[in-house]
């Protein structure tokens, strides 16, 4: 069983960056998909942006795409250009390709961090 831990979070001005890490522990199995998810109070956990370790794919959702990266190296979350609707608890979480892809979709997804609060004020 690996264990995630998510680190980074905090409270930033609209137009202020984050970075999020996301460190494995417990396993010496890597999965191939990692990504992060958000939920904010009320509302469903969103996919956010996925990496597929093996091939170095990243994929990043609409909603934060030219603002959000997530590095191919450690799997960690450049947010720049924070908006107050990016307001949410982050999830890092490990999974496994379906048909060769590293979705957003949170069936493909058995290993979840416990979260890192982020906070965008306007």
């Known amino acids: 069983q690996v264990q995630l831990m998510e680190s980074g979070g905090g409270s930033v001005q609209a137009g202020g960056s984050l970075r999020l890490s996301c460190v494995a522990s417990g396993s010496h199995y890597r999965s191939n998909c990692m990504a992060w998810f958000r939920q904010a109070p009320g509302e469903e956990r969103e996919g956010v942006a996925s990496?597929?370790?093996?091939h170095g794919f990243t994929y990043v959702a609409d909603s934060v795409k030219g603002r959000f990266t997530i590095s191919q190296d450690d799997a960690s979350l450049q947010m720049n250009s924070l908006k107050p609707e990016d307001t949410a608890m982050y999830y890092c979480?490990?999974?496994?390709?379906?048909?060769?892809?590293?979705?957003?979709?949170?069936?493909?997804?058995?290993?979840w961090g416990q979260g890192t609060q982020v906070t965008v004020s306007s």
């Open positions: 979480a490990a999974g496994f390709p379906d048909y060769g892809r590293c979705t957003l979709n949170l069936k493909d997804y058995n290993n």
């Open positions: 990496l597929y370790y093996n």
